[in-house]
């Protein structure tokens, strides 16, 4: 073999260690994209599945809050309604103070009259025994026991 022999080996050998070095780089490029490609498609799976996970936990406090809403405005309902109870017990009990205070009147008003009327009784009474000078007093004790005997 030659020189020149030689040195075209070399330069064949050197070319095609060029080309089996960029064919290498190639398939670690490629290699390097596919595993990129791979990890990119995992991150997105769990991505998705976190994300489906979150929506679910999520929906459930949406059902939570929806379940306290509807609670606190049943309470809020029920508040209401009994502060209507309360305000009608309240106009009842009033009304039937300002009935109780109209009969306790109206009873006071008749008491009176029964009065005046047996003081006219007992006057007429009175007069109707004076048959003159020789009159006897009447006894007062007697006398407000025959009015009682009229009530």
Same mark, same amino acid.
């Given at each position: ?14 070319? /095609? ?29 769990? +991505?998705?599945? /976190? +994300? ?30 009994? +502060? ?16 109780? /205070? ?16 047996? /003081? ?32």
């Amino acid at each position: 073999m030659t020189v020149g022999e030689v040195n075209t080996r070399v330069v064949e050998l050197a070319e /095609l260690h060029e080309r089996d070095t960029q064919d290498l780089y190639a398939l670690l490029e490629d290699a390097q994209d596919k595993e990129e490609a791979y990890a990119s498609r995992e991150a997105w799976a769990r +991505s998705i599945g /976190l +994300s489906q996970a979150t929506h679910q936990e999520l929906q459930t406090h949406r059902d939570h809050v929806y379940a306290h809403e509807t609670y606190l405005q049943a309470h809020q309902t029920q508040l209401q309604l009994q +502060s209507t109870l309360i305000q009608t017990q309240g106009h009842q009990r009033q009304d039937q103070m300002v009935e109780a /205070l109209r009969v306790i009147r109206d009873m006071r008003r008749e008491m009176s009259d029964m009065q005046t009327e047996l /003081l006219a009784l007992r006057e007429s009474q009175r007069r109707a025994r004076q048959p003159g000078p020789e009159a006897r007093i009447p006894d007062h004790q007697e006398a407000s026991g025959d009015a009682d005997s009229h009530i």
